[in-house]
Structure formats: structure tokens, C-alpha cells
């Protein structure tokens, strides 16, 4: 104690207060303590006591209380919202940190600039160069390596694989994919919409589901209005069907229940009650009294939709979520948890089911399939077809041979980056014999994208920008002049596609 008393009390050269210390060196350097830092001084730091002075529950410890809540007020800000609010020289933070990753070469492999219609957001954006996906890319991920994106070989027996890592290549827009702006935006939602479909055979009925258990009917036509709320579901809606009539909507929801409800009236008109999460729904598309649902707990069921009892099971090896009908009725492909497609038969007078084929996915690490969907003719596979869109990213892109019970054969694939959230994909219109097969797919950086799958490389046609947050789902009108797509944070916007010649 005495040695330290003799230390302290020189000229200013020994062991005194750390924050006296600073203070004197700030003031030798110059700087002058500004108004804010005097009035801090003078008060103390008003979170402090804000924290403090909130009063506390009867039956806690004061001491913890006052610093826990000083904890929580100075919690740094989430790495996810940093990097989407952080800008340098216009750019977010994935593009600038591609950017410093681009190869030492790039400026030979640059192109002139494309020029850009001005308009709308939901214009088509033209890439400047052939590394402008290097700063577009779809995902937050750190880990991801834009440049080392391997290719695979060719298959030649069914088809090839492809992967969007490369960046698009030099390439003129494709007029019949070129959009007027946007049509209209529904934003009432505050809730992160899972799932919207259009209407069978219509133009202008769209609705939509929410993780809050709310279905939203509205119509786009002039004036876009809401027609219905849908208030029921106490979880997630994980999916919805319209009847062939458009007069009622099958939901399925993480409630354990499956609601139809009648459009007109907005009233649920039947629930039915199952053991575990119902992930997956649909109309039969030829006999409507039939329902299909397949659920969390690895059974897909056909009910009566008159009477609502089972009129049929049939088991899997993992939870079956994503579902889609052949054309004729006669076929269901779902896909499961693990990754895996299967071809189920249906008798679509008993409603019965069996098995058919399954397809298992190579790849190592096992994904849960987010979208099935059947289209009856391809410009590829000269035939029907199935797309299927996994939670990885992977797009995948099969032949069906209805002859042989739904046998699929792969005929390519494409690798987009692994998502978090459960995003869609679809087809969209064929453009016409001669052009290629496009498919349009949500992504987590708000954007909308177009592949085209018969490019080997430089797959990713073009986007269309104007959402705020990931993009969840799509869904093209029976009119195909009209693209559905949804958000996180629950805004819907519709697109409207240009006039072709």
C-alpha cells in the first residue's frame, strides 16, 4: 500500500486512474471533449439508467434484473440485418464481398455495359458483364465460393447437370419474358406468406396463405381488391388447392388439420382433425370428391370431400411434403424429407392407392423436397415431365413415362445455393417449339429468377427486382400474363408480363 501511495504521487507518470489517464491523453492530443461528452459525464449514461429504474417483478433479484436488462439494451444488431443494412459505393455487403474475390483477370473478361429500360422496379435487369451474378448472388451465406462452383460432366444418357455458379453469359433479353412493372401489391399481410396459387383456369383469383394461419382470396383484375379473409388455422398454412370450380379452397396446416372452406361465403365448412402436421394438399383433378394430404407423419391420405372420412393410406419412409396430380388423375408424385420422388397409382373410382416408383437422390446430405410440380408437355422431353425444387437449392428436372406407371428419368438438374427458408419454384409458359424450358424460382436475396434449363451453362436468364425481403413463393395465372410472388415479411406482388408479338 505504502509503495503504491509513492508511485502516485509524482508528476503524473505512475499508476493512476485508467480514466483519468485517458482523459489527459485525449486532451495532450488536441481534442477537445465535445458537448455530448460532457453532458454523458455529467448525467451518466441514460441507458443505464434506463434499465435500472424500470421497475423490477415482486419476486426477482433486483442485481440480476438491472444487469440483465443493461445486457439486452446494448445486444448487437444480428449479423443477417448488418449485412442486408451495410452499403459501400452503392453495393450490399454479398456483392462487395464477391467483388474483392473476383479473379485477377477480370477486367479482360468484362463486356459493354447493356443498356436498361428505365421504368418500373419489375423491369427486366440486364447484366452488365458476364460476372454480373457475382454480385447478385442469392444467398447470405459467407461460405459460399462464387468462383470454385465445379461442373460436372455431361450424362449423356439423360441429359447433363448444370450449375448457375458460373454467372450468366453475354446474352440478349428474351422479349416474350420481358415485364411491364407491377400490376398490383397486396402488403396487408404481416406475416411471412408460405404458399399463393391462382385460380384453376382463371386469370385474375390469386390467394394466398400465411405462417400466422390466415388465407387471403383477392382478385387482380381492375381494381385489385381482397375478397375474403380466412380465419382458422392456429399455426402455419403450409399449403392450399382450389376445387376445379374455384368454389372452395382445401387448406393443410402445422396445426394437425385440414379446413375446406367455401369461397363465397369465406366460411370453413369442414376440418378434419389428423395426429401430426399436415404438410401437403390437393384436389383430385378429375374427381373433386377426392382429397389427398400428405402429412408429417409419412402417410399420404385420400379423404371423401363430402363426408370427410379416410377413404385411404399409404405409408412412406419419411414425412411427405410437396405434392402434385398427373393430368389424368391416375398418377400422384410426392416428394419427402429425404429427398426422395415417388409415383403412386391411383384408382380414381375407389381412390385407392399403391405404389409405383421412388427415385433417390445421389447426393450424400439428404433434403426435404419443397415443390412437386407436373407439367403434361416439355420442349426437352418431348413429353410430360415433373419439377422438383429441394430445401439445398437443387432443381431437378425428370421425364415421365406415364406408360410405365410415372417412371421418372432425370434429364438435368441445376444447383442453386442452399436456402434457409422453404422457397418454390415453377414452370413458366413455354415461350414456343423452338425456344428453350424456363423455370422461375423465389430466392433469399429478394429477387425473382429465370433459368433456363437447356443452357449447359449461364443458366440464369434474367430477374426481376422489387421485393425488400427473400422471396418465398411464385405462381403464373392460367392467362400467363400475370406472376404471383411472395416475401418474408408478407407482401405479394403481381408482375405483369409484357405484350409479345
Not at 457 to 486: D, M, Y
Amino acid at each position: 500500500m505504502t509503495e503504491k501511495s509513492c508511485d502516485g504521487d509524482g508528476s503524473g507518470g505512475g499508476d493512476g486512474d485508467p480514466a483519468e489517464e485517458e482523459k489527459n491523453n485525449n486532451n495532450a492530443d488536441g481534442g477537445a471533449p465535445t458537448e455530448e461528452e460532457k453532458e454523458k459525464e455529467k448525467n451518466g449514461d441514460p441507458e443505464l439508467l434506463i434499465c435500472l429504474l424500470q421497475p423490477a417483478p415482486a419476486d426477482s433479484d433486483p442485481d440480476y434484473i438491472g444487469i440483465r436488462r443493461l445486457l439486452l439494451s446494448r445486444k448487437p444488431q444480428s449479423p443477417f440485418h448488418r449485412r442486408r443494412d451495410w452499403r459501400c459505393n452503392g453495393k450490399g455487403y454479398v456483392a462487395f464481398r464477391n467483388y474483392i474475390r473476383r479473379p485477377r483477370n477480370w477486367e479482360r473478361m468484362q463486356t459493354p455495359s447493356l443498356q436498361t429500360t428505365p421504368g418500373n422496379s419489375g423491369r427486366w435487369i440486364l447484366p452488365t458483364s458476364p460476372l454480373s451474378l457475382l454480385y447478385d448472388v442469392e444467398s447470405w451465406s459467407p461460405g459460399r465460393d462464387v468462383q470454385s462452383g465445379s461442373q460436372p460432366s455431361p450424362r449423356r444418357s439423360f441429359g447433363y447437370s448444370i450449375s448457375d455458379s458460373d454467372g450468366p453469359g453475354p446474352r440478349r433479353a428474351e422479349p416474350a419474358y420481358s415485364f411491364v412493372g407491377m400490376h398490383c401489391i397486396f402488403d396487408q399481410c404481416k406475416a411471412s406468406v408460405t404458399v399463393l396459387k391462382f385460380g384453376h383456369m382463371s386469370s385474375d383469383l390469386l390467394a394466398y396463405g400465411a405462417s400466422d394461419g390466415t388465407l387471403t382470396v383477392c382478385t387482380v383484375s381492375d381494381p385489385p381488391s381482397i375478397l375474403k379473409h380466412l380465419h382458422g388455422h392456429s399455426k402455419d398454412v403450409t399449403d392450399f388447392d382450389f376445387s376445379s370450380n374455384n368454389q372452395y379452397i382445401a387448406s393443410s396446416s402445422m396445426d394437425k388439420t385440414v379446413r375446406v372452406w367455401e369461397i363465397s361465403k369465406g366460411l370453413c365448412i369442414r376440418v378434419i382433425y389428423g395426429v401430426s402436421p399436415q404438410l401437403c394438399i390437393r384436389f383430385h383433378p378429375v374427381n373433386n370428391n377426392f382429397l389427398s394430404a400428405g402429412n408429417a407423419d409419412k402417410e399420404v391420405t385420400v379423404f371423401n370431400f363430402s363426408t370427410g372420412r379416410v377413404i385411404h393410406k399409404i405409408f412412406f419412409d419419411s414425412e411427405v411434403t410437396s405434392m402434385d396430380y398427373a393430368h389424368t388423375g391416375q398418377l400422384i408424385f410426392c416428394g419427402d424429407a429425404m429427398g426422395c420422388i415417388y409415383s403412386i397409382s391411383m384408382n380414381s373410382h375407389t381412390g385407392m392407392l399403391s405404389r409405383s416408383h421412388r427415385y433417390r437422390s445421389s447426393t450424400r446430405r439428404k433434403s426435404a423436397v419443397i415443390t412437386v410440380q407436373y407439367r403434361s408437355f416439355s420442349l426437352l422431353a418431348r413429353g410430360p415431365v415433373l419439377l422438383t425444387c429441394t430445401q439445398d437449392g437443387s432443381l431437378s428436372f425428370f421425364s415421365v413415362a406415364l406408360e410405365i406407371q410415372g417412371y421418372l428419368t432425370l434429364r438435368c438438374s441445376l444447383k442453386l445455393n442452399p436456402r434457409i427458408y422453404s422457397i418454390r419454384a415453377s414452370f413458366c409458359p413455354l415461350l414456343s417449339l423452338e425456344k428453350g424450358e424456363y423455370i422461375v424460382s423465389g430466392s433469399e436475396d429478394s429477387n425473382v429468377y429465370f433459368y433456363d434449363l437447356t443452357r449447359p451453362k449461364h443458366t440464369c436468364v434474367n430477374k426481376l427486382q422489387g421485393h425488400r425481403f427473400p422471396v418465398i413463393g411464385v405462381a403464373w395465372n392460367h392467362g400467363e400474363n400475370l406472376l404471383a410472388s411472395s416475401d418474408f415479411y408478407g407482401t405479394v406482388i403481381v408482375w405483369k408480363r409484357s405484350k409479345t408479338g
